[in-house]
T-cell receptor, first 107, second 116 residues
Framework: RKEVEQDPGPFNVPEGATVAFNCTYS??????FFWYRQDCRKEPKLLMS???SGNEDGRFTAQLNRASQYISLLIRDSKLSDSATYLC????????FGAGTTVTVRA | DADVTQTPRNRITKTGKRIMLECSQT?????MYWYRQDPGLGLRLIYY???????NKGEISDGYSVSRQAQAKFSLSLESAIPNQTALYFC???????????????FGPGTRLLVL
């Protein structure tokens, strides 16, 4: 079983829609959780950290469910510029990345 | 100027050749990492270094070696390149502060390597 698994998508949504997707992790001792954004094979960039209580950054909301060992990302009011691959990352002694979920927002 | 730079950005080489990928950073971070990315497999850690005298193998270190020449420089070598090392390679840095939820990693722009 992979340490971090994501639904690869793609999620094709119209502008203005809400899209949400999850990431599951296998190591219950994982301590830190992140969402990174990657555009078209460019470098990943941190989108947001995921806190135990959940957190929101503008149109983006991240949640952590330790009991079921997954994190989620929700994007509200999708913009064309949100089209990207979203990588989840989970940290114990190292950062383990999922393969990414591709989101395409269409006009 | 970019905080994390990688050279070369693209490289085509032949099986059996030795090549070196270089990474430099101006962020003043102690920790540096090398990853490779393959379609459907995500980012996989090759080597990491928490300071100049500390080098550690990641999950896929076979066929690779590294050198931490200075705090700001971390090089990845393929001693004898093979076609399945064709991938996108990223260098990353972090400050090791481990504050709160952990440390953010900052990635270089990547090196596209094709081994024929």
């Amino acid at each position: 079983r992979k340490e971090v698994e994501q639904d690869p998508g793609p999620f094709n949504v119209p502008e203005g829609a809400t899209v949400a997707f999850n990431c599951t992790y296998s190591n219950s001792a994982s301590q830190s959780f992140f969402w990174y954004r990657q555009d078209c094979r460019k470098e990943p960039k941190l989108l947001m950290s995921v806190y135990s209580s959940g957190n929101e950054d503008g149109r983006f909301t991240a949640q952590l469910n330790r009991a079921s060992q997954y994190i989620s990302l929700l994007i509200r009011d999708s913009k064309l510029s949100d089209s990207a691959t979203y990588l989840c990352a989970v940290r114990d002694y190292k950062l383990s990345f999922g393969a990414g979920t591709t989101v395409t927002v269409r006009a | 100027d970019a905080d994390v730079t990688q050279t070369p950005r693209n490289r085509i080489t032949k099986t059996g050749k030795r090549i070196m990928l270089e990474c430099s950073q101006t962020k003043g971070h102690d920790r540096m990492y090398w990853y490779r990315q393959d379609p459907g497999l995500g980012l996989r850690l090759i080597y990491y270094s928490f300071d100049v005298k500390d080098i550690n193998k990641g999950e896929i270190s076979d066929g690779y070696s590294v050198s931490r020449q200075a705090q700001a420089k971390f090089s990845l070598s393929l001693e004898s390149a093979i076609p399945n090392q064709t991938a996108l390679y990223f260098c990353a840095t972090s400050d090791g502060s481990g504050k709160g939820v952990g440390e953010t990693q900052y990635f270089g722009p990547g090196t596209r390597l094709l081994v024929l």
